[in-house]
C-alpha cells in the first residue's frame, strides 16, 4: 500500500453559534485528491470515495478511504487502469458497499458507468460496466430490500446527453432503465437519488430548455418511467440540482445557480410534496449569502435540514467547505473549513448522520496537507461545536498573490514582488512542519532558500510588508 499522510486541519470562522468541528482529516498524497461520496460500513465505520492522482495508474484512479468514528485511518484503496477512473457515491446493504462512477479504461477511450462492489475490508467482490451508445457516467445510488438504484447520464445515438435511472439486482444485473424522454428539453442529466416511502423515486439533475435550470423526477420503483417530471428554476438564472433527500412526508432537493445580472453563485434549496392529489412547490429560495452552492441535503423531518456544499467568502480567492443547519428554514448554524492559498479549493460534497448525533461529510481539501488536494474528513456535532478536548492548528491567512518559485542548482529562488526590509517567511513542509525560515534586512524581489532545507512538497509563506504571500509547489 502506498503513502497516506493525515493532517488534523485548523478552522477559519463559524457563523451564529460559534460552530467548529470535532475533527478533520485529510487523505491523498502529493498530487490531486478528493471525496464526493460516504457511507457507513455494517462495522460501524465511515467509507469516503472519489479519485486519486497521487496513487493511480493512469490519469486517475477510483480512491476508497475508511476511517473510524474518531477519524482515524482503517483502510485504504485504489481500482483503475490506465486512464481517468473515479467513483461519485456509495452505498451500504447489510455486509457489502456498492460505489458507482465512472471509467474510461477501456480501448475505445470511452466512459462507462461503473459499479464496484466490495467488502468491509475493501476488497472488491465484483465490478461492472455499463455501455451506452456514447458516453456513460454514474454518480448515485441507494441501496434497499428490491436491489440497487442508480442514477446518472448517458449520451444516446444521436450523441444528447440524458438522464437515465438503472434498477439492479444486487449483482448489478439490471432489472429495467429508465431515460429521460427530455420532452421539450435538449438535455437532461440525473445527479442523486433517494427511495421515497416504499414505492416512489426521487432524482434530480438538469434540464436544458433555453437556459440550464435544475430538474427533478418522481419515478415507481417497480416502473421504468416516471410519474411526474419537475422543471425547478426562476428567469434569468442558470441553476442545478444535485443533492435529494425524503423526511417522510416531502422530498427535499438543493444545488445552486449563476444568476448572470448580479453576477454570483447562489444555493437552492426546495421540497416537493409527492403524496395527495397533487404536488406543489414551495419555499424555493435564493440565499443572500455571497457565491454560495449546496451540493447534498440532509433532511429530518419538520423542515429542518443539514446542506453540504462550498462558498466563496466576499472577495476572497480561496473557496471553503461549508456545513449548515437549518431549522424550519433559518440558520441554525453554519461552519467552514479551509485554507486561504490562492484559489485554493475546497468543498462538502456529501454527509451522514452519526449515531452520536454529529455529522460527518466528505469532501476536498486544498492547503498544507498531502498535496494539491486530498480527501477530506470532518466531522461536527449537532450543534456544530467541537469536542472539548480537540486541538486545531492555527493556520495563516494570505492576502497576496503567490510567489514565483524558479528551482536553481543549490536551492530555490523566490520571487514576490517588492517586500521591503524586515519581511519574514518560513517553508513548510506538507504536514506544517518548519523546513525553513528567514528574516529579509534590505529591500529585495528575490528569496534564496538553501537545498538542504526544502522539502518536496510544501508551502512557502512571505510576510511583506504589504500582506502575505504564499505559494505550493512540488520539486521534480
Keep these: 500500500m502506498k503513502g497516506l499522510i493525515s493532517l488534523l486541519l485548523g478552522l477559519l470562522c463559524g457563523t451564529d453559534l460559534g460552530a467548529q468541528v470535532t475533527f478533520a482529516r485529510t487523505f491523498g498524497g502529493p498530487l490531486e485528491d478528493g471525496g464526493y461520496g460516504i457511507a457507513i460500513n455494517s462495522n460501524g465505520h465511515y467509507v469516503g470515495v472519489g479519485y486519486t492522482g497521487s496513487f493511480s495508474v493512469g490519469a486517475s484512479d477510483a480512491f476508497l478511504v475508511c476511517v473510524n468514528a474518531l477519524g482515524s485511518w482503517q483502510w485504504q484503496r485504489t481500482y483503475g487502469g490506465v486512464d481517468a477512473d473515479a467513483l461519485r457515491d456509495i452505498a451500504w446493504f447489510g455486509p457489502e458497499g456498492y460505489a458507482v462512477g465512472y471509467t474510461k479504461s477501456q480501448p475505445d477511450g470511452k466512459y462507462r458507468g461503473w459499479l464496484l462492489a466490495l467488502d468491509t475490508f ?20 441507494v441501496a434497499e430490500p428490491s436491489g440497487l438504484y442508480l442514477c446518472g447520464t448517458l449520451y444516446d445515438s444521436l450523441g444528447v446527453p440524458r438522464g437515465v435511472v438503472l434498477h439492479t439486482d444486487f449483482q448489478g444485473q439490471i432489472i429495467w432503465e429508465y431515460r429521460h424522454p427530455n420532452a421539450g428539453l ?6 442523486d437519488i433517494t427511495v421515497v416511502a416504499d414505492t416512489l423515486l426521487a432524482t434530480v439533475g438538469q434540464g436544458l430548455e433555453n437556459e440550464p435550470q435544475g430538474l427533478l423526477c418522481i419515478l415507481r420503483k417497480g416502473q421504468p418511467h416516471a410519474i411526474r417530471s419537475e422543471i425547478i428554476g426562476l428567469p434569468q438564472v442558470e441553476e442545478s440540482l444535485t443533492g435529494v433527500s425524503f423526511d417522510g412526508t416531502k422530498v427535499w432537493f438543493c444545488g445552486g445557480g449563476v444568476n448572470a445580472a448580479i453576477k454570483k453563485k447562489t444555493p437552492v434549496v426546495g421540497y416537493l410534496s409527492p403524496f395527495g392529489s397533487g404536488y406543489y412547490l414551495a419555499n424555493y429560495f435564493f440565499s443572500n449569502q455571497y457565491d454560495n452552492v449546496y451540493t447534498k441535503i440532509y433532511c429530518f423531518g419538520n423542515d429542518d435540514y443539514y446542506v453540504t456544499g462550498k462558498s466563496h467568502f466576499l472577495d476572497a480567492n480561496f473557496r471553503a467547505a461549508i456545513l449548515l443547519k437549518y431549522v424550519d428554514d433559518n440558520l ?11 484559489e485554493g479549493f475546497n468543498a462538502a460534497y456529501e454527509m451522514l448522520p452519526t449515531s452520536d448525533g454529529g455529522i460527518i461529510t466528505v469532501g476536498e481539501f486544498s492547503g498544507p496537507g498531502p498535496g494539491l488536494r486530498a480527501l477530506l474528513f ?30 536553481a542548482s543549490d536551492g530555490l529562488i523566490l520571487k514576490c514582488g517588492t517586500l521591503g526590509s524586515g519581511s519574514q517567511g518560513e517553508v513548510m513542509d ?38 502575505y504571500y504564499t505559494t505550493k509547489y512540488i520539486l521534480p
Design 332 to 342: 441554525q448554524w453554519g461552519v467552514n473549513i479551509g485554507y486561504h492559498l490562492s
Design 378 to 407: 470532518w466531522k461536527v456535532d449537532d450543534a456544530g461545536q467541537a469536542a472539548p478536548h480537540q486541538a486545531t492548528v492555527s493556520l495563516e491567512t494570505p492576502a497576496q498573490e503567490p510567489c514565483t518559485v524558479m528551482p
Design 186 to 191: 435538449l438535455e437532461s442529466s440525473f445527479e
Design 430 to 467: 506538507i504536514i506544517g512542519r518548519r523546513a525553513y525560515s528567514f528574516n529579509l534586512i534590505n529591500e529585495t524581489e528575490m528569496i534564496w532558500i538553501p537545498e538542504n532545507r526544502i522539502p518536496k512538497v510544501g508551502i512557502i509563506i512571505v510576510r511583506g510588508k504589504e500582506g
Design 122 to 141: 475493501g476488497d472488491t467482490l465484483f465490478t461492472r460496466c455499463y455501455e451506452a451508445p456514447g458516453w456513460m457516467w454514474l454518480s448515485g445510488i
